[in-house]
């Protein structure tokens, strides 16, 4: 059964910093682009980062740029989103994705419903 899991999720004061994960199984991840997307009540979801399977290019959105590095440990057939700086408005359900091309040429060319993988989501709540 292939499936992706993430953790790492929390609640967290504003400045503060949180690691997600995403561990895949049934499949190995070295030959995918992954993404973070994440997604707030009343939003559509939106792309974080992403990770391309070929050269480990990583694109970020606006939003999140200097705050969040993405990575991934193929040895371990993991992905991470390290969260630095957060801010309120960074409140959502965050969802890792895979996929074999979907993700390896940025977020803006990344369709959610074409991706062939996704993780349950974890909850990230910035607050005082």
């Known amino acids: 059964q292939l499936q992706l899991v993430e953790s790492g999720g929390g609640l967290v004061q504003p400045g503060g910093s949180l690691r997600l994960s995403c561990a895949a199984s049934g499949f190995t991840l070295d030959y995918y682009g992954i993404g973070w997307f994440r997604q707030a009540p009343g939003k559509e979801r939106e792309g974080v980062a992403c990770?391309?399977?070929?050269?480990?290019?990583?694109y970020y959105a606006d939003s999140v740029k200097g705050r969040f590095t993405i990575s991934r440990d193929n040895a371990k057939n993991t992905v991470y989103l390290q969260m630095n700086s957060l801010k309120p408005e960074d409140t959502a359900v965050y969802y890792c994705a895979a996929d074999l091309g979907e993700l390896d040429n940025g977020l803006e060319t990344a369709h959610p419903g074409d991706i062939s993988y996704w993780g349950q989501g974890t909850q990230v709540t910035v607050s005082s």
């Open positions: 990770i391309s399977s070929s050269d480990g290019s990583t």
